[in-house]
Every structure is written in structure tokens, then in C-alpha cells.
């Protein structure tokens, strides 16, 4: 268009009708913007009778350098909660029966041969009592009762001593001979290492940390996407000092009844020395040699130190069943290790988790099936043929079975591995016991994260 050229008065008034907002027609009222989402209660729900199961699948790689030599290990960790809810109360609280019915650890590192415990391997349930099974599974197939309320707070967990008491079964007759868990020589030792392990793992404060990463608690209080909310947790570990974790949360969305909380963790360890440097005036010179050389072998005191540990979580929780029904992580922990006489060791560790629900509507829940001993080769009529649950998935084979399959099992199916509860020896074949009824295993189960122990999440 030349210059000087006017544009139409039709384009003019068509350009600036289209820059105008829009009125509405005559006769008609104009629409109300939609209305923002209405405030939420993450709430749990529980009926009596009704059988959830979290399976926790955790893959942890560390990367680091130690005695100037670098170093790569993978570790995958996999565990499965049973709960049933034996009682659910007006208020919203509840008692739950819970039951680990899956544990399985696996290492890997060049150089070296895998190790690891499984739950669904006929030879490491021979041996489930002794170390390496007992630091992993003291609590496999032995019930404990967890009362909860509406918003996730878990007030109690009974039936740990029994747990504890079962894990250090193995090491009885060590203790009398040198005095006790409280022997500078045990304290010292590797021993005293798992002994402190399953104490605080499989205690009462330990499994409500271990819980926090499925039975996460929320505010009581209705929420609307974009609130937040914050938690702190400490903790005191014997070995590495002072753990402080801070939980920042968000209600990131809600849609079609599913709530997205989206958590990021941070973590913060006060290192401390393992060993107090105060010589105990009531030892004798032999006991202190003995310190002595077993602290040379350690490396020498010690401090841990988290330099950056960060995690960001992803948790779904529907509205209306009131559980959780999907969680991932990941996240990168950087350590350094001050130790004595020694360079720095450091560390890089990236943390990944998945957790997988399962339901089995209330009042499914089968009567328990009877189990042979592998060696016998037998078979009941219902392992002839595989198994279907509420959701026609495949079950896991019996304790008495031997698995078609080398590896874990599915996520959200528990192991029907069970074992009886009675320790074999060390080192002793397993024998064929006579058939007993194994625990109804109506659904699957969960780590972790693992504080106000979470892994959190």
C-alpha cells in the first residue's frame, strides 16, 4: 500500500471489534468464570476388614572414592506390607494388623560377587535367622499391631520386642561368654554393629519411621492447590550422629479425585566420632589393646558428613478410597568421611523409590493354604494350577513351592513365602516339616524410606 493510502473504514471497524473483549447477545446472561477448585481433606479412610499391601522398591547407586581408589556399588532393596484393618473407629482412626510378607536386599560392585537376602529363595529363608537374613527380614511374617488416626499420625506400633528378641536370638551365647551387649568388645565389633542395627531398625521408633513412607500423615485441615506445609524430623543415629530432615510439601493438583503432593526433602547430618575418645578407668590394660587394634582396623575415629542431600517426591492420593495409590522419588545425597589419619572419602549417592498399591476388597480374604517343604516335591491341588487374586494377576509361589522364576516378585503381589517361624540352625539343611496353615495372603505389600522417620518419601 502506498504511502498516503487510508485503510477502509470496514477494516478499520472489523480490527477493532476483534480487539474488544466479546459482549454477550442479547437475551443472554454472560457466563461466571469457572469457579476454583473447592479445598480438599487428605483424609484416610478405613473399613473393617478391608486388606491394602505396599510394596517399596528402592535402588540406591554410590559412586565415591575410598582409600584412593574409586569405587561403584548398586544396591536394589524391595519390601511388602500386608495391612488389615482389624478395627476402624468413628473418629477415623484405626488398628491395623501389619505384616511384612516380602524382603529382599541385593548388592552389586565390580570386582566382587553379588550379594544379597531374598525372601522368595528357599535357602535364604533356611537361614532367615542368622546374619544376613536377620538383619533384613526379623520382622518377616511376624505381625505387629498399628493404631493410626484419619490423618496418617501413627500413635503406636506393638509386638516389636518380639521382633528384637528374634533377631538377636543367633547371638545369645557370644554375649554371656563377654558380658553382655554392653562389652567394650561387643561395642566394638561388627556384632555390635548389627546389634545396634536391629534394635533401632526393628524397635518401635524404628518401624514408625520405616511406616512414614507409606503411611504418610497431612495436615488436618481442608487444603486448596497451592498450599504448602512443612515437617521436620530428627534423629539420633549411634553411628553417624545428629540426622535432621525438612519436608517442604505442596497440593500441586486435584483431578478427578486424585490429589497430586509434590514433596521436595532436604537432609542435614551433624557427623560425630564413633567411638568416645575417653578411655573407661574401670578397663583393663588387655581390653584396651583390644580397642585399640579393632579401631586401627576401622580406619580410626570417624565423621560423616552430608555436604548436599536432596529428594523430590511425587505422591498420588485418592480422595475416595483415602490411600495412597502412588509414590516416586529420586534425589542426589553427597557425603564426605573425615577420617582419622587418612585422606577424605567421598561420596555421591543417587536415590530413586516406587511405591505400588494393592486392594483386596473387604471380606475377600481366603482361607489359608497348606504348604510342603521343598525337598518333599508334593504339591496341593491348588498349586497345580496358578492362582488369581481380586485382580486376576498371577500370585508368587508358595513358601513351599519353588519359584518358576528366579527374581522378585511383580510389584503390588506379596510372596506367598511366609515362612514357619521356627529357626533353623546354622549351617543345617532345612528338614521337611509337616504341613501347617500358613497366613491368608489376601493382597501385597511395600521402604520406604523409608522419618517422623520418613525416607520419606
Known amino acids: 500500500m502506498k504511502a498516503g493510502t487510508k485503510f477502509p473504514v470496514v477494516a478499520v471497524a472489523i480490527t477493532v471489534a476483534m ?16 469457579p476454583a477448585a473447592a479445598p480438599v481433606l487428605l483424609k484416610w479412610k478405613f473399613t473393617a476388614g478391608e486388606v491394602f499391601t505396599y510394596t517399596v522398591a528402592n535402588t540406591r547407586v554410590v559412586k565415591g572414592e575410598m582409600g584412593g581408589q574409586k569405587m561403584e556399588v548398586l544396591e536394589r532393596r524391595e519390601k511388602a506390607f500386608k495391612f488389615v484393618v482389624k478395627e476402624a473407629k468413628p473418629d477415623g482412626s484405626a488398628v491395623l494388623e501389619l505384616t511384612t510378607v516380602k524382603c529382599e536386599q541385593a548388592q552389586e560392585q565390580e570386582g566382587r560377587e553379588p550379594r544379597g537376602w531374598s525372601s522368595t529363595k528357599a535357602e535364604d529363608l533356611a537361614a532367615r535367622d542368622v ?35 528374634r533377631g538377636l536370638r543367633f547371638c545369645q551365647a557370644d554375649l554371656k561368654k563377654v558380658g553382655g551387649e554392653e562389652s567394650p568388645l561387643i561395642k566394638m565389633s561388627p556384632l555390635g554393629g548389627l546389634i545396634r542395627h536391629i534394635r533401632s531398625t526393628f524397635g518401635e521408633e524404628g518401624k514408625k519411621t520405616e511406616l512414614k513412607g507409606v503411611l504418610f500423615d497431612f495436615p488436618d485441615k481442608p487444603l486448596k492447590v497451592g498450599d504448602t506445609w512443612k515437617e521436620e524430623v530428627v534423629t539420633q ?16 493438583s486435584v483431578k478427578d479425585d486424585q490429589a497430586i503432593i509434590q514433596v521436595e526433602a532436604n537432609l542435614v547430618l551433624k557427623g560425630k566420632d564413633q567411638e568416645e575418645k575417653k578411655d573407661d578407668p574401670a578397663e583393663d590394660e588387655h581390653t584396651k589393646a583390644i580397642k585399640k587394634r579393632l579401631k586401627q582396623m576401622q580406619g580410626g575415629e570417624a565423621s560423616i558428613h552430608v555436604v548436599t542431600s536432596t529428594n523430590l517426591y511425587q505422591h498420588t492420593f485418592d480422595l475416595k ?3 495412597l495409590v502412588d509414590s516416586q522419588s529420586s534425589g542426589v545425597r553427597k557425603l564426605r568421611i573425615d577420617r582419622e589419619n587418612e585422606p577424605p572419602e567421598t561420596q555421591e549417592m543417587s536415590l530413586s523409590s516406587q511405591i505400588t498399591f494393592a486392594r483386596e476388597a473387604a471380606g475377600a480374604a481366603k482361607p489359608p493354604a497348606e504348604t510342603i517343604a521343598p525337598e518333599s516335591g ?7 494350577k496358578p492362582a488369581t487374586g481380586e485382580t486376576g494377576e498371577k500370585k508368587e ?18 510372596a506367598k513365602n511366609a515362612p514357619s517361624g521356627k529357626a533353623t540352625p546354622s549351617g543345617a539343611a532345612p528338614t521337611t516339616p509337616a504341613k501347617k496353615e500358613a497366613p491368608a495372603k489376601p493382597g501385597a505389600a511395600a521402604n520406604q524410606p523409608t522419618g517422623k522417620e520418613k525416607p520419606k518419601k
Request: charge should be negative.
Open 19 to 34: 480487539l474488544l473483549p466479546a459482549r454477550p447477545v442479547e437475551g443472554e446472561e454472560a457466563k461466571p468464570p469457572a
Open 131 to 165: 546374619p544376613p537374613g536377620v538383619a533384613v527380614a526379623a520382622d518377616l511374617d511376624m505381625p505387629l499391631t498399628v493404631t493410626v488416626d484419619a490423618t496418617g499420625v501413627i500413635a503406636s506400633v506393638n509386638g516389636t520386642d518380639a521382633v528384637i528378641e
Open 237 to 252: 543415629d549411634a553411628e553417624a550422629g545428629t540426622l535432621k530432615e525438612t519436608y517442604s510439601y505442596a497440593l500441586a
Open 321 to 323: 478410597q483415602g490411600k
Open 378 to 384: 508334593a504339591k496341593s491341588p491348588d498349586d497345580a
Open 397 to 414: 509361589p508358595s513358601a513351599g513351592e519353588a519359584p518358576a522364576k528366579a527374581g522378585p516378585a511383580a510389584p503390588g503381589e506379596p
